[in-house]
């Protein structure tokens, strides 16, 4: 099962994920970061910006989760601007080398095999970052996602807009359709680490972690996979039903063992 870790606060859940990226960085100088936009990515790119200090980040490859059809690139809203803004640029990294679905009208007939086969060129993705929709949604796989799927247009549901619309003016300007890795692809992502903080993502981080696997919650797919980090604060945490064990197992962890 995955890995639970119940952190005070979201910069807590930040400088740990951060400190694994360095790690890897520092192991591997090209490593492949599979990284996550919205409010939950927050605190671990801001926690990454000291610790880089220092470090070589110029091979540092990326591929962002997913990003909107049909919207201008240069839209502030945009995954591509919302990416070079909070991860590229603060970070230093190279533009050539941190990537996002293109969401374009006139190619996104084939965007989604152009997107795995970029992934793929890249050797997989070695850390994945995730937040999780109150949806229970992954990327942007909403409910009933096949947990094969790879990376391809979805409709967003109107709960996602709801969410979503307070990054627009207007609810009416969030797009409709989306271009998402799939739950086939994020689970071939060598480390997932998936993040929640408050109680608005208690419901589906206690789905995502100890209910069925079902695609009715798409984050339940993480417990498909063999090497995943769920890290969330005490809100996040309340529903679920095992949080004395899992804070008991992280307090008595042996020091080898490593994330
Ligand atoms: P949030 O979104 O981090 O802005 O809450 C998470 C998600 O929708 O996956």
Known sequence: MAE?????????????????IVRLVQSRPDAVLGL????????????LRPRLDGIDVSR???????????????HPE???????REVVEPLGLDPRLIHTPN??????????????????????????ILGIGTSGHIGFNEPGSSFASRTRVKTLI??????????????DDVPMHCITQGLGTILRARHLF???????????????????VTASLPGSAIQLHEHVTVVVDEAAASRLRHA????????????????
């Open 103 to 128: 969401g374009a009208l006139e190619t996104i007939a084939h965007a989604g095999e152009d997107y795995e086969a970029a992934i793929a060129e890249a050797g997989g993705v070695d850390l994945q």
């Open 4 to 20: 639970v870790v119940i952190v005070p606060t979201p910069a807590d859940a930040g400088a740990l994920v951060a400190d694994e």
């Open 78 to 84: 945009s995954y591509r601007s919302v990416i070079t």
């Open 194 to 212: 998936l993040l929640a903080f408050g109680e608005a993502k208690a419901e589906a981080i206690a789905g995502a972690v100890e209910g069925p």
């Open 60 to 74: 540092v490859r990326g591929f962002a989760l997913d990003e909107y059809v049909g919207i201008d690139p240069q």
């Open 36 to 47: 996550a936009t919205g409010s939950t990515p927050l605190p671990v790119y801001e926690a």
């Open 158 to 171: 109107e709960q996602t807009r709801v969410d979503n619309a307070r990054f627009f003016d207007s609810i």
């Open 244 to 259: 004395d064990y899992y804070r008991y197992t992280y307090a008595h962890k042996p020091a080898w063992q490593g994330l």
